[in-house]
């Protein structure tokens, strides 16, 4: 019986202390006024997720909806990260997807609260899908964003991504 006591607290702050235990989101992220957005490909995924670190999704671009860093262009191939714990760490090489996120202090990054992430071929496949990412992103959506916009992203990036 004193053996079980030890294994029950540890159990116990196991699932207290571990990073997944909830992601707490604000409301449903809105693709036209994220960092990026477009259509592309996983070409290449590093990390380990079973170790709590981060993935690195290496994706080739193909189509560019979103771009607020200037730096996305079509047949590129950037580098987006994403963390364990409330992040994507599903994404598969070779699968197209539409992807949404943050672009903070010179990398990309995914987060469940503030990315959208589907599967280009689930995307297309229903009526609907282009009028709720708002794409084409029009342009009072792309004029939305400010400067405490901005700065709350980069604050949420360095406690979670940092």
Known sequence: MVTLIPASILLLLTTILHPTSGCDCAGEPIFCY??????GTVTN???????QGNLIY??????????SSEGIYVDDTI????????GFTDLQENVTYLLSGDFVLGSY????CRSIVVA????????SSHEDVDIPCSA???????????FIV???NLIFFH
């Open 109 to 112: 990054h995914l987060h469940v």
């Open 79 to 86: 580098e987006i990260n994403t963390r364990s714990s409330c």
């Open 140 to 150: 009072r959506s792309l004029m939305a964003s400010s400067a405490l916009v901005v």
């Open 154 to 156: 980069a604050l949420f």
């Open 58 to 67: 290496n994706v080739r671009i193909s189509e560019v909806y979103r771009n």
């Open 120 to 127: 280009y071929n689930d995307y297309i496949g229903s009526e």
């Open 45 to 51: 995924i590093r990390g380990n997720v079973t170790t």
């Open 34 to 39: 994220s960092g990026f957005g477009f259509k």
